[in-house]
């Protein structure tokens, strides 16, 4: 690691003044993402502002139609809330497929959000479920949000307070995860809406997309068959270790069917 | 008795909580410098220049060396404890693992080019990003397979070739009758992958130089310290008597902790130069791409069956990878522990195999938990598997119809190793009935027919273990001398130490070593100590891998303990006015046979060092040691069996249940040895089904760099195991004792890899490599639906 300043707010305000003050300033959340990166000294900091102090960040509750999850709601509060299981059980499957124990004690779905790590799961939950980001000084569609490999469109010093989704109709969550790290080599949320079906991609691409083609077949008929015959094309797929272009585009279909069942079922 | 007891773990409560002290937790009275050290992003490379100058002004920083330094200083290198040794007559191509680019040119990935020594590690890797390397970066050759071709880069263009050894093995004439008259012939390309232990504690090196007393001490992670004090004679060229290795609690080594790696060398170095201790403990990057791999075998084999299914015969061709350096103990798995154990538990008149070693810009391969015999197991076992199935015979039939019958034991097999026990029949009869094999075959058939993917993966062997004895063993290429040692201190209280050459890094020789002690000695378990890893406490041991301990430093135990016993009994008949051969011991007590004359041990321990009252001629003390040179290696057998199923849509493999039969011998607790089985299950299935040192065939460069891409199994990829043991016990110890530590990793690669191929069989697949990823089981499908 390379040598930084650690500070501890315990106001939003608090915590955007210092962001605003420091040159090369970045949030603390679970540090799942961020410590590794910095241990392998691919991110540095001169100022670290850990969020974990701000105590008006860390709750998930149901404001009338929506779910809303703050900055620091860890992966397994959001695994194990009874709302969450209640409204958006997709949600809960998601949060209960990232990584492993120790990290989803830590982890935030927010700072996987801002990460924007191409093998995400949240990504896809947030585009997927059609949610809205609220940072500190605006509300971001999640269309909007995401800006490419590790890139978001969050502006220098903004701050991610929370996430809001509205409920859908019907939801499912099926990710085909790397046997390293346990990230998504392929991982599909699935949501009927009021506003139409949306079917998100993570893990597959440099960032999380959607299918229109999907979307527009589960719209005529929210089921897995009405998916048969629709082909991914390899194109613009990550090629790794894990998965080739062919390989992650067939699980994107496979994804997808299953996380309509996990919908339906 | 103790022996035969599932006695807990004596060392578990410091290790559960959290309390163990391993190199990076001991601390001195001097602060502890820290070492950090730049390496080479090249597969391949020349240097051209190195500039340190910055680094050197940096905050904290003490010291600045490279290859250069470590010439001017005369130092020299590590050299083999398990040399290359060409069979063929050739003379060795030894280039030996430097510690430090001497030469300009760096040969794999890692290789380190300079290190910095500073008051804290941030600071020591700070001032490596402002070394500046020019490389010139050169092609490499990095894929097995192909080291030999013709315009394949040199790894060492001084030989010409890539060529590091040469060997032949095995009866020729046979196998070429076999083949003529075979009814069958199965062919098939069974290479072994590249993977690497992953400890959970990774390696580190702290080192000391006592400038007042002219004495050096090194602590490391090792799990033979006198081996590492007897390295240090060439590298640092330090006398033994100068040197005090001390190898603290060890995290898990696997083999993988026996050899000199650079660092160990460079800490003591470091501390040389700034007289200050001087620290590293590797990062897992650092360790996964510098700890040595394993396996690594491009191997092509055949096998010849009569129509009845009995093997006639098999021959091999195996490229067997070094990497770039030849490392201490690589031809131990070439010449040594891959081609002995061809015949598995299989009864084969014919057998033939052709190893080369060979060179590539790789990070060094040396043994790994199994060595050589993972690959072999896996390379016998596909063919038999396959030759079943392409037979149409069921698969566990025909190794119970090859199966080596309890008669003819000892056997000698076609490459002349002869297995002193052992009942494989015995072993599948267990199985059969442990695993409900018919019973799994009706499922197999029902699942098909519903398209759910269910395979059976089965293998037998007899694995060697128990390196010695010391002239077989130097037959077989070691330099060093594969006995092992024991001391049995007896305080005058009668409280025991007990000291053995031996080293624990997992294994529980604290629990099974003093079991072993306590029943021979006759006294309670909590009276006894073990001392193990100081070569200033421990007389010269050879160390623990190769499941060696038991059958050498255990006996050694029991030969000091029994010498103890003959002369405190001497002494006690002495007092007790009867002749020694009266004597019983139990329960801390000596006892006239048929008699209620007795006398409490520690009585005559007392009298052993206070009393003047002594039979003639008896020395003072108590006090014995016993360095023991077995009589043979040992041959313990198994046969495992597995249920995989395989999600045909997604390539994934779910591991449903594991069973494995084992022949090991003496147990001497029931459940230390379970948890070796259980954990080298684990690390044989990682190698099955994802664990891979993967480098780019074209650059060079490594991928598997991070545990974010090299997979190991997590607790929820394992089932639960059902282990039975079968035991014949061994003439060639006195407690039959054979060796358990390796079953796992031998046996499961082989077992998975059926199982796998037994499940989609019937979709066309044949043979896939391992590590059998998602990937690469749905590409294999994909392949098999095209008719390719
Ligand atoms: C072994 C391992 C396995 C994992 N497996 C998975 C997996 O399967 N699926 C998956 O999706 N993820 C996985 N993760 C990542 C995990 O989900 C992280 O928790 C998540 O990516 C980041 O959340 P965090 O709270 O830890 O953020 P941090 O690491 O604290 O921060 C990440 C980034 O977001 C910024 N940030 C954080 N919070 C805010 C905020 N409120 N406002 C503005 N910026 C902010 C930080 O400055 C930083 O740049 C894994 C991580 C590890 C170590």
Not at chain 1, 57 to 82: K, N, P, T, Y
Not at chain 2, 134 to 142: F, Q, S
Not at chain 2, 153 to 172: C, I, Q, W
Not at chain 2, 174 to 196: D, M, S, W, Y
């Amino acid at each position: 690691m390379y040598a930084f300043n650690y500070h501890r707010p315990s106001s939003i305000a608090e915590a955007v003044k210092l962001l605003k003050a420091s040159s090369d300033g970045r949030c603390l959340a679970g540090g799942m993402s961020l410590i590794p990166t910095m241990k392998h000294r691919l991110a540095s900091a001169a100022d670290l502002i850990d969020l974990n102090g701000i105590r008006e960040l860390a709750f998930i509750r149901r404001e009338g139609d929506a779910l809303v999850i703050g900055a620091l709601a860890r992966h397994v509060e959001i695994a194990d809330s009874a709302d969450v299981k209640k409204s958006i059980p997709a949600l809960a499957a998601l949060a209960a497929s990232v990584g492993d124990p120790q990290v989803r004690n830590r982890g935030t779905f927010c700072g996987s959000l801002c990460f924007a790590d191409p093998a995400a799961d949240c990504p896809a939950g947030l585009v997927g479920l059609n949610g809205t980001v609220i940072t500190d000084k605006r509300r971001i569609a999640a269309d909007k949000f995401f800006n490419g490999l590790y890139e978001t469109t969050l502006e220098k010093g903004e701050i991610v307070t929370g996430v809001s989704f509205p409920i859908p109709e019907k939801a499912g969550w099926a990710k085909f995860a790397n046997l390293a790290s346990r990230f998504a080599i392929a991982a599909v949320m699935v949501a009927k809406t009021g506003g139409g079906v949306r079917v998100a991609v993570t893990g597959a691409k440099a960032s999380v997309f959607r299918v229109p083609e999907m979307e527009a077949a589960l719209a005529k008929n929210f089921s897995a068959a009405a998916l048969d015959g629709i082909k991914i094309s390899p194109d613009g797929m990550n090629n790794d270790l894990h998965g080739d272009p062919d390989y992650r585009a067939h699980l994107v279909s496979v994804m997808a069917k299953r996380a309509v069942q996990a919908a339906t079922a | 008795m103790y022996v035969g007891q599932p006695i807990r773990r004596r060392e578990d409560f410091r290790f559960l909580t959290g309390r163990g002290t391993f190199v990076d937790d001991v601390q001195l009275t001097q602060p502890i410098l820290h070492a950090a050290f730049v390496r080479s992003p090249h597969a391949h490379a020349r240097i051209k220049a190195i500039r340190t100058d910055a680094a050197r002004k940096m905050p904290g920083v003490h010291t600045v060396l490279t290859g250069a330094d470590w010439l001017k200083a005369g130092y020299g290198e590590a050299e083999g404890v398990w040399p290359v040794n060409d069979r063929s007559g050739k003379p060795a191509r030894t280039v030996n693992r430097p510690f430090i680019c001497v030469d300009n040119m760096v040969r794999c990935v890692g290789e380190i080019v300079a290190m910095v020594v500073a008051d804290d590690r941030h600071q020591a890797l700070d001032a490596c990003e402002a070394i500046e390397v020019d490389y010139e970066a050169l092609p490499a050759n990095v894929v097995t397979a192909k080291a030999l071709d013709k315009g394949t880069p040199l790894v060492h263009p001084k030989f010409g070739t890539n060529e590091v050894l040469e060997s032949y093995h095995g009866n020729p004439e046979v196998v070429e009758a076999g083949f003529k008259k075979a009814h069958h012939i199965t062919k098939l390309e069974v290479p072994t992958n590249r993977v690497t232990a992953s400890p959970i504690e990774p390696r580190a090196y702290m080192g000391h130089y006592d400038v007042m007393n002219d004495r050096y001490t090194v602590w490391t992670t090792a799990q033979a310290p006198h081996i590492v004090r007897q390295y240090f004679t060439k590298s640092l060229r330090i006398d033994e008597h100068k040197l005090r290795v001390i190898a603290p609690d060890v995290g898990g080594g696997f083999g993988m902790k026996l050899y000199h790696y650079p660092e160990e060398p460079l800490a003591l170095w470091g501390a040389i130069v700034t007289e200050h201790p001087v620290k590293w403990t590797g990062t897992r990057s650092e360790c996964l791409m510098g700890d040595t791999h394993a396996r690594d075998h491009y191997t092509v084999g055949e096998m010849a069956f009569d129509k009845d299914g009995k093997i006639l015969a098999m021959r091999f061709k195996t490229l067997a990878a070094f990497g770039a350096y030849e490392s201490q103990w690589q031809a131990s798995i070439t010449n040594a522990y891959h081609f002995t154990m061809l015949s598995l538990a299989y009864d084969i008149p014919g057998i033939f195999t052709e190893v080369k070693g060979v060179y590539t810009n790789c990070t060094p391969v040396d043994a790994y938990r199994g060595a050589g015999r993972p690959e072999t197991v896996y390379q016998v076992e596909r063919l038999i598997e396959n030759g079943a199935k392409e037979m149409g015979m069921d698969p566990f039939v025909l190794r119970e119809k090859n199966a080596i019958r309890p008669e003819k034991i000892p056997y000698t097999t076609a490459i002349g190793i002869t297995y002193d026990s052992g009942d494989p029949p015995e072993l599948f009869r267990k199985m059969r009935v442990l695993a409900k094999y018919d019973a799994l075959r009706e499922e197999q058939k029902k699942l098909h027919a519903q398209g759910i993917c269910m395979g059976i993966g089965i293998c037998g062997f007899f694995d060697m273990a128990g390196a010695g004895p010391v002239k077989m063993m130097n037959d077989l290429g070691a330099k060093i001398g594969c006995y092992d040692v024991a001391s049995v201190r007896v305080h005058p209280s009668g409280k025991v130490t007990v000291f053995a050459g031996s080293h624990s890094h997992g294994q529980a020789h604290a629990t099974t070593w003093t079991q072993i002690a306590a029943d021979r000695l006759g006294i309670d378990i909590e009276e006894i100590d073990l001392v193990e890893g100081d070569t200033d406490r421990v007389p010269f041991g050879i160390g623990t891998w190769g499941s060696r301990s038991l059958s050498t430093a255990g006996m050694a135990v029991v030969a000091a303990c029994d010498r103890v016993i003959e002369k405190a009994k001497k002494l006690a008949a002495h007092m007790l006015e009867c002749a020694p051969s009266d004597l019983v011991i139990e329960n801390g007590q000596f006892i006239v046979k048929g008699t209620d004359k007795k006398i409490a041990f520690a009585e005559v321990t007392n009298a052993a060092y206070h009393s003047g009252d002594r039979p003639k001629g008896l020395e003072i003390g108590l006090e014995e040691t016993a360095f023991y040179d077995p009589t043979d290696c040992t041959y313990p057998s198994a046969v495992h069996l597995c249920v995989v199923i395989v999600d045909p849509e997604t390539g994934r493999v779910t591991l449903r249940d594991y069973f494995a039969v084992d022949d090991v011998g003496r147990v001497i607790n029931p459940m230390v040895f379970e948890g070796q089985v259980h954990g080298g299950c684990a690390q044989g299935i990682g190698q099955a089904l994802m664990e891979e040192c993967a480098y780019d065939p074209s650059s060079g460069q490594y991928l598997s760099g991070t545990f974010m891409d090299y997979a190991i199994p997590h607790s929820t990829d394992i089932p639960s195991f059902g282990i039975e043991s079968h035991t014949t016990l061994t003439p060639s110890n006195p407690l039959g004792a054979k060796g358990g530590g390796e079953s796992g990793t031998i046996g499961a690669p082989a077992c998975i890899a059926n199982g796998v191929i037994d499940a989609i069989w019937h979709l066309g697949v044949r043979q896939i490599s391992q590590p059998m990823t998602p990937k690469k089981i749905w590409h294999a499908l994909q392949s098999a639906k095209a008719g390719r």
